[in-house]
């Protein structure tokens, strides 16, 4: 087997060719950092490879291994980590120059579960300034280009991890999803991304989005996606809002049936805009899905779609408004988008936004009530395919000077309502674009959702295509 064969192995290959020790941790590390060398800078996915480190850990998994040492499921095992999660002795930067050589005091929970679990963190990915945009660009790092596209938006705010899983940069990268920010890389990169029930991936520190900031894997296939939630998953205490209850077997019971799901669908929530080549591409998966399923698709048009954009649009502005004390000395240095959008928020007053909590909590209820009637809802992930960089809004969409939510209608109500969400890769536009199915499952039914994705996985297999790397 060759590096480049290696490297773009899934996660649940790698780790069983170690258990049989047909290919050590070493070859496997050598391998990815050499796909990562290959084509870093030029893409752009990483604020720091931490090469030495992780020939360091991947000699002493190997050492593991030839003792006989119990191991873990991730054993030897690649994976990168957002810059918004500390890391013990590593800058945590979150895309901003105000934050240039920050360095972290200690681990998040989801680092420590993933060396529990033997994997070996490869580096740091790109993220927008402080995470707050869906364009893949931040004062800090500049632009992280889609590997689909050189130039194009990646997504965001897990733009390094969604553009690292396209690129072969290993089969784990770990994104965290506020307002769609693990659904949106996944759209834009052609690659798989799982958005958990709230809690169920324990985030530190705690977000101040009100419960909206939600911890979940970006990989190239399902299985891997389900390996890493059973490895980070699960209660833990520095993290006041994690969900008690322990994960479920996901590995073990991802291809259990399907059959017998309520499914409904919504091209538009009743009042998105979507590009036409984005909606027929959804649909005819939807369709494929149904019929895989052996179920009816119910098209719907939720009472609840057309409340959602004011809504996110306050509480995205007014969840921003906490840098102001930056503006002063920071403005000129910062994103303007952001600064434009903290300048919206601090408007508001503490009246205005306890009354909007209050609609907001309305609207929540709505959401689940809806998922009372149906099981599953497919809608698209994003309404748009990769636009150029670093624009916030695609030529052809309603200019603004930072609302970027209009192409991204989809997915922040499953933020504030807390359900799993997954953006399943569904095929490409014209221009060879790929594009993404979300699935949205009832709250805390995050195997459900992994479920529903293996069976659209195996009906339309995803991952044997990949970019054309050295393009222009």
Not at 40 to 49: G, L, M
Not at 415 to 431: E, H, I, K, Q, R
Request: net charge negative; charged share 20%.
């Amino acid at each position: 087997m060759s590096a480049v064969e290696i490297a773009w192995l899934p996660a649940t290959e790698m780790a069983a060719l170690v258990r049989r020790k047909a290919v050590s941790p070493v070859e496997i590390i050598d391998a990815v950092l050499a796909q990562v060398a290959a084509h870093e800078p030029r893409i752009n996915a990483f604020t720091q490879v931490l090469a030495d480190q992780a020939r360091a850990a991947a000699r002493s998994a190997e050492r593991a291994m030839m003792a006989g040492e119990a191991t873990g499921p991730l054993h030897g095992v690649p994976v990168t980590i957002k810059d918004l999660t500390p890391m013990r002795g590593l800058p945590m930067q979150s895309g901003s120059l105000i934050h240039k050589g920050t360095v972290s005091e200690e681990d998040a929970p989801v680092i420590t579960r993933l060396a529990d679990a033997g994997a070996i963190i490869i580096g740091k990915t790109t993220t927008p300034e402080f995470g707050w945009t869906g364009v893949s660009h931040s004062p800090l790092s500049g632009a992280t280009h889609n590997p689909w596209k050189h130039g194009y938006n990646a997504g965001a705010s897990s733009a390094g991890a969604g553009a690292a899983a396209a690129a072969g940069f290993g089969p784990l990268h770990q994104g965290g999803d506020g307002a769609g920010s693990i659904r949106m890389p996944a759209h834009f990169c052609g690659v798989f991304g799982m958005k958990p029930s709230y809690g169920r991936i324990p985030y530190y520190p705690v977000g101040v989005g009100d419960y909206t900031a939600h911890l979940g894997p970006l990989t190239r296939t399902v299985p891997d996606a389900a390996l890493m939630m059973q490895a980070v998953a699960g209660p833990h205490p520095w993290d006041h809002t994690s969900l008690e209850a322990a994960p479920a077997d996901y590995p073990a019971r991802l291809h259990d049936p399907v059959r017998g799901r309520r499914i409904a669908f919504s091209a538009d929530l009743g009042h998105a805009r979507v590009d036409p080549e984005v909606a027929s591409l959804v649909r005819r998966a939807a369709e494929s899905f149904a019929a895989a399923a052996e179920a009816e698709l119910i098209e719907v048009t939720p009472s609840w779609g057309k409340l959602g954009p004011e809504l996110a649009r306050f509480f995205w502005a007014a969840t921003y408004s906490r840098l102001v004390p930056h503006l002063d000395e920071w403005a000129d240095r910062m994103d303007q988008g952001l600064v434009a959008c903290i300048r919206d928020g601090a408007r508001y007053s503490i009246p205005d936004y306890q009354a909007m909590r209050a609609r907001k909590y309305q609207y929540i209820a709505e959401i689940h009530r809806f998922f009372e009637g149906v099981d599953l809802l497919l809608t698209p992930a994003v309404s748009v395919a990769a636009f150029p960089l670093p624009r916030l809004q695609p030529e052809h969409w309603p200019q603004h000077p930072w609302d970027w939510l209009s192409w991204a209608e989809f997915s922040y109500p499953f933020n504030y309502a807390g359900n799993p969400a997954a953006s399943v890769p569904c095929g490409f536009t014209p221009a060879g674009l790929p594009v993404g199915l979300q699935i949205v499952g009832r709250r805390f039914d995050d195997l459900g959702v992994l479920q529903a994705a293996a069976l659209f996985e195996k009906a339309r297999p995803w991952a044997d295509r990949r970019p054309d790397l050295a393009a222009g």
